[in-house]
């Protein structure tokens, strides 16, 4: 009588949508009260408050796994009514680590076997669910027979089921696979196409197990009209053209005969799709595919704009014309409201970007980057570098218009983008030596522009123009403005760790016009007032700015400023004195021509893999434990561990740390004195060779390491520009500058250690393809000899068609043709070791088509 | 502050007042013409390979789940919060696919319900449209004309539908008149089995 009083579901749903409890103390009543009711015996009672959990479960996301042994009882009930729920249950919540699922088989295998069609469809959908390799295993038979049932609804079911048998149980392929392909041949729409999304499922998995059953693919490819089917059929060719060559030029035909017949546009889709992929060596498969694609592009409806944009992108790698072709509606897609839409024209125009376009194209791109919103924004930029920065800047010929773009980046408003543009300058910077003087320009009008500062993502950016400005101070034109704005008051705005590089690149400049000042006055004795003036003034300037740096909180800023102001301290006098005295044995003159020496020595681009190449001297023992070793003599050691950790330091070449240590020896050497400090740093050059970059005045292999970092202008004389291209040379005004690039050794061993687990996981699904294998050729034996006419017949025809084929092209088909036999004959090979057959039976794919 | 039941049951039969106006959830967008005009006025079954559908409502509830891949209860909630915070904000004119996750969400909006279906990267996007449509005529038509409380007070038979429709996350059956019969096959086997229970003699026999 439990059942008179207890809610159904729709009490429940109507009691939820009117409750004033809050949703969960609502549910957890509900739950208290369907933990009492699922106890019943009573099993309509019992499935009532599992339909209600399932709800629950399903639409407010209520653990239900508790219940999996009720969902048992309730399946187990003779009353169709139950059963459904149970089941529904079941294929809810189980899953594989459910412990309840051993004791499903018996109820899956008797309802398998039940005359009521529609318990069987139950469980076969609770089995395409829940299947495990143990399930699997022990209902492959039932499976098996209901395949060939002679009740339509319960056949199709059963297709739709194999997969996941096939999935979890290899060695279900060979009992069910017979059925499986008879199927094939069925005049029932239903059932071919469920059959037929087996086959491309299958054919995705593993192509090369599918192939020999191209013709009967082919055949219903023709005949058929009906468009799912053909949507499948066209997914499993182009799998298979993958693999077979050969089938491109069969089913081009019929793919085009599709593509201009149907309205379908799903379907003029899949053709598309298919042909750009894997039919892209035919011409006029692929030329009708753009023409299609160009009405896809031209509509209204924006999935098909999308589509037509995403067909494109699949096409551009091979053929690149059909993007060219349709270049104003990719722009134009790039204002396009879908933010989907835009990005895919993004990169369809990024794939065209070549040498000869890339300043159109980008100032395309960075005209849309400035009104977009901050997300599309940003997307832009960053394929604007990546891709300009491709191969050690490629296809960049004008580096002073692309040291400017990146200024130009820099004060887009959304621009979020400042670590790579910073990377990317300071990379030109030491790569290329002719854009120095516009870097330094571009750096200066970064370094004044007052909107930069207030954003911390640009602050990357500054950090780069203010190493650059000192590095390549020479190129400047004018010193005294740079420095004025390295010192300027809102630089307070920034974080300390670049401060400390500003005040170091103010350094770097006054060493810089001192050294100059210095020379000037040695060479002509009658020095003019003016220089002495400006001088003077530039120091005031640095003075002045650095000054209240000295007593900062930041020590690594606080230190640089007093370097500054010490060095200035010195200075000041003889600067003041050489104008009287003409004393050339002046300290400060010394200093600072010490100093530049240090500054001029040229960084340069480091090789990825450049500490992989060092190689380890004889008797070093890497592996070995020292930890012992601290024990016994850590008193011993201790005094010298200051020296012992330089040495083991490993110092990593990028970029940052080479302009730290830069820096470091810079202001290490300004605190001593200056002859005490130049032996200093010539000894600790000496010992340390390796890990200072080579350059022309110390001989490269001075340690016995491989000089696989030179600077700059080393390799200049080895890359030249390809002089057999004297049109390039023509087209552009000037020549591209040398850049500086490093082979990069360890890219092969990456696509090996690849390869190799692309052919472990190939491995993986080798059983499952084997048993197709063998099952297929078990299956052929009966029907071989009408096989063997049928292809014979397409065989001749083919033939035909290739005679009256030009000359010229006969010879690249003939080609071609070797390359099939050959593919097929690796296949003849595995299968003989495989299944002792009989020798026709492996003529079959040479048959093929 | 009091609250008003009544108040509160208005106002949420305001969204479904507002359904019946549009007469169907499928009215207002039949016009926008299928994909898959096809010569065949059925569809035919195939392989979606759909992954997981979700019926969320435009307040972001959800209607309906059914997953056909392995994902936990965590992993659900994640994933309903996250595409229905993607889906819901998208507007109106724009295209009906989301990339999320390496995967592809095809959604489309019905009065206030938004379909979405999940698929691989390099299915055909536009049979998953011709699909959800598909489902929406088979509501249709067993409801007369179906609104978002038909789904939400029958959610089992929006269920028991979808698994005549899908099979693994393959579409299995095209046409929509043989879907209907199964349905009300079914429906008539637990009527009559019902009955028999709600007969006296049946209470009396388990009583006794």
């Known amino acids: 009588m439990d059942n008179l009083f207890q809610r159904s579901l729709e009490d429940l749903i109507k009691g939820f949508r009117l409750q004033l409890l809050g949703d969960s103390s609502f549910i957890s009543r509900a739950l208290e009260e369907i933990r009492r009711e699922i106890k019943a015996t009573d099993l309509s009672t019992k499935s009532t408050a599992l339909h209600k959990l399932s709800y629950l479960a399903a639409i407010h996301g209520v653990d239900m796994s508790w219940a999996a042994f009720h969902a048992l009882e309730v399946v187990s009930s003779s009353r169709f009514h139950h059963k459904r729920i149970g089941y529904q249950a079941i294929t809810q919540s189980f899953h594989d680590q459910t412990s309840v699922l051993l004791l499903i088989t018996n109820q899956l295998r008797k309802d398998l076997n039940s005359v009521n069609e529609y318990e069987v469809s139950l469980a076969l959908e609770c089995l395409s669910r829940i299947g495990t390799r143990d399930l699997a295993r022990d209902l492959s038979p039932e499976v098996f027979t209901l395949l060939g049932s002679s009740k339509s609804f319960v056949r199709k079911k059963a297709t739709g089921v194999v997969l996941r048998v096939f999935d979890k149980y290899p060695d279900a392929v060979k009992v069910c696979f017979k059925r499986l392909v008879e199927n094939l041949e069925t005049s029932d729409p239903q059932i071919l196409s469920a059959v037929v999304g087996v086959f491309c499922e299958l054919a995705s998995k593993d192509p090369t197990s599918c192939l020999p059953l191209a013709p009967e693919f082919f055949k219903i490819l023709v005949d058929s009209r009906n468009n799912w089917v053909l949507i499948k059929l066209l997914k499993i060719f182009s799998k298979l053209a993958s693999v077979e060559p050969r089938l491109g030029r069969k089913v081009a035909e019929p793919i085009c005969e599709h593509m201009k017949r149907t309205v379908a546009k799903s379907l003029v889709f899949e053709c598309v799709r298919t042909v750009v992929s894997s039919l892209s060596d035919h011409e006029a498969a692929v030329k009708l595919a753009v023409a299609k694609i160009r009405e896809f592009l031209v509509e209204d409806d924006p999935n098909l704009k999308y589509l037509g944009l995403h067909a494109l992108s699949i096409a551009a790698p091979k053929h690149l014309w059909a993007v060219l072709e349709n270049k104003e509606a990719v722009v134009k897609a790039l204002s396009d409201e879908d933010p989907n839409v835009k990005l895919e024209a993004l990169h369809l125009l990024m794939a065209m970007v070549t040498e000869d376009n890339v300043s159109e194209i980008s100032r395309i791109l960075m005209n849309y980057a400035l009104k977009s919103d901050p997300l599309f924004c940003n997307e832009i930029i960053i394929s604007v570098l990546s891709v300009c920065s491709r191969n050690a800047y490629e296809i960049i010929v004008d580096f002073d218009w692309y040291v400017s773009l990146l200024g130009e980046m820099a004060r887009i408003p959304h621009c979020q983008r400042g670590e790579e543009i910073e990377h990317q ?84 400049v006054l060493v810089f016009c001192l050294r100059s000042y210095f020379s000037a006055q040695e060479s002509s004795s009658g020095s003019s007032s003016t220089v002495y003036e400006s001088i003077l003034n530039l120091v005031n300037v640095i003075e002045i700015g650095v000054w209240p740096l000295s007593g900062a909180y930041d020590v690594e800023v606080q230190e640089r400023a007093k370097n500054v102001l010490g060095f200035i301290g010195m200075a000041k006098q003889d600067i003041a004195k050489k104008v009287n005295l003409q004393d050339n044995e002046a300290e400060a003159c010394r200093v600072t021509a010490f100093m530049e020496d240090a500054f001029s020595e040229e960084l340069g681009p480091i090789s990825a893999n450049a500490r992989e190449k060092v190689c380890v001297p004889d008797g070093l023992e890497l592996e070995e434990n020292l930890g012992d070793l601290e024990e016994i003599c850590g008193k011993f050691l201790k005094p010298v561990e200051s020296d012992s950790v330089s040495c083991t330091d490993k110092i990593t070449f990028s970029v940052s740390n080479l302009r730290i240590r830069d820096q470091q020896e810079a202001s290490s050497s300004t605190s001593l004195p200056p002859k005490e400090s130049s032996s200093l740093l010539a000894e600790h050059r000496k010992r340390h060779g390796m890990y200072y970059l080579t350059s022309e005045k110390n001989d490269p292999d001075s340690n016995g390491t491989p000089n696989d970092y030179p600077p700059a202008n080393d390799l200049a004389s080895e890359i030249l520009l390809d002089p057999l291209d004297p049109k390039r040379k023509a087209k552009h005004r000037k020549s591209r500058p040398v850049v500086v690039k490093l082979d990069e050794g360890g890219e092969s061993r990456i696509t090996t250690s690849q390869a190799k687990t692309k052919q472990e996981s190939v491995t993986d699904d080798e059983s499952l393809s084997r048993d197709i294998q063998s099952a297929l050729l078990v299956n052929k034996k009966g029907k071989e000899r009408e096989k063997c006419e049928g292809n014979s017949n397409l065989v001749v025809q083919e033939e035909e068609t290739s005679r009256i084929e030009k000359p010229q092209n006969s010879e690249k088909k003939k080609k071609k043709k070797k390359n099939g036999e050959r593919t097929s004959g690796k296949h003849r090979s595995r299968r003989r070791s495989e299944v002792a057959s009989s020798s026709e039976q492996v003529e079959i794919p040479d048959l093929l088509l | ?100 996750r390496g995967y592809k969400v095809v959604y489309k909006r019905y009065a206030s319900l938004y379909f979405c279906m999940c698929i691989d990267a390099e299915d055909n996007e536009l049979e998953v449209l011709e699909i959800i449509h598909h489902y929406v005529e088979i509501l249709d038509r067993y409801f007369g004309s179906v609104c978002e409380l038909d789904l939400i007070f029958n959610f089992h038979k929006a269920y028991y539908i979808l698994d005549e429709l899908l099979i693994a996350g393959e579409i299995q059956e095209s046409s929509k008149k043989t879907v209907a019969r199964i349905i009300s096959a079914q429906d008539e086997m637990v009527e009559a089995a019902k009955e028999e229970a709600g007969s006296i003699s049946y209470i009396i026999a388990q009583a006794s």
Not at chain 1, 453 to 470: D, E, K, Q
Request: proline share 6%.
């Open chain 1, 425 to 508: 300058l300071i990379d030109i910077g030491m790569r290329v030596r002719d854009a120095r003087p516009q870097l330094v320009r571009v750096s200066w009008a970064l370094l004044i522009d007052p909107a930069l500062l207030g954003n911390m993502f640009l602050h990357p950016i500054l950090s780069a123009a203010s190493w650059v400005s000192g590095e390549y101070v020479e190129f400047a034109k004018n010193p005294y403005e740079l420095v004025e704005a390295l010192v300027q008051p809102r630089t307070d705005l920034l974080p300390p760790y670049i401060r400390a590089i500003y005040i170091h690149s103010v350094f770097k």
């Open chain 2, 1 to 100: 502050m009091s609250f008003d039941p009544m108040d509160r049951l208005m106002s949420l039969c305001v969204p479904s007042l507002n359904l019946r106006m549009h007469r169907s959830l499928i009215d207002s967008l039949e016009i926008q013409s299928c994909y898959l005009l096809s010569e065949h006025s059925c569809l035919a079954s195939g392989f979606g390979s759909i992954h997981f559908v979700l019926l969320v409502s435009r307040q972001g509830k959800v209607r309906l789940t059914k997953w056909y891949s392995p994902y936990t209860q965590k992993e659900r909630s994640k994933v309903i919060r996250e595409l229905s915070g993607v889906i819901l904000n998208r507007g109106p004119k724009l295209c009906n696919f989301v990339e999320w």
